[in-house]
């Protein structure tokens, strides 16, 4: 065996070593791909599940919020009063906005409207909510309508037919006095 044996023989070592190293370098991306692919479709069907179990519970509530059975009671009185909370924080947000929902449309009705321009409902505005645990304190009710500064209008080439107010751009009624723009 001569120096040209020793290194074919190293050189076949280290070819075989490179090769087994390329495949179970292969083997393993393969198997951390086919794993990665697993997972989400793992983490796919549990999003379904619970979006199904969130359907339910939506589902359950619609058909028995007037009366829950006792396991379910304080959940539901939860959300019944969780929403009655929310709809509060609207009105509150809206009438920091110096608006209101219109009790006939539901349309943003802007405060010094007397009249909704979307359906011709008469406007009257409320008072800002009281919020428990939120703006209750004597000390923290701010009344908003009564820091208003009522901007100026630009001018509108519209004016109304019944009492000749001037008339924003799209409107089906006018906001003082009712009438509605032909």
């Known amino acids: 065996m001569g120096f040209m044996d020793n290194v ?24 951390m791909a086919e794993k990665s692919k697993v997972k989400r479709e793992i983490s796919q069907l549990e999003t379904e599940m619970n979006n199904a179990y969130l359907a339910i519970g939506k589902k359950y509530f619609e058909l028995h919020s007037a009366s829950p059975e006792a396991d379910y009671e304080e959940s ?10 929310i709809e509060k924080f609207r009105l509150l947000l809206a009438s920091m906005e110096d608006k209101q929902p219109c009790s006939g449309c539901g349309a943003e009705v802007s405060r010094g409207q007397k009249f909704c321009d979307k359906c011709g409902a008469k406007v009257e505005f409320a008072e800002a909510p009281i919020i428990e645990g939120f703006n209750d304190q004597s000390a923290a009710v701010v009344d908003v309508a009564a820091e208003v500064v009522e901007e100026e209008a630009a001018p509108s080439p519209a004016f109304c037919s019944g009492c000749g107010a001037a008339l924003d751009a799209g409107v089906k ?10």
């Open 8 to 31: 074919k023989g190293f050189a076949a070592k280290v070819g075989s070593a490179v090769e087994n190293g390329a495949k179970s370098v292969s083997d393993n991306s393969k198997k």
């Open 173 to 182: 009624f006018c906001d003082k006095c009712g009438t509605k723009v032909e």
């Open 76 to 85: 539901v009185n939860t959300i019944l009063k969780d929403t009655e909370r």
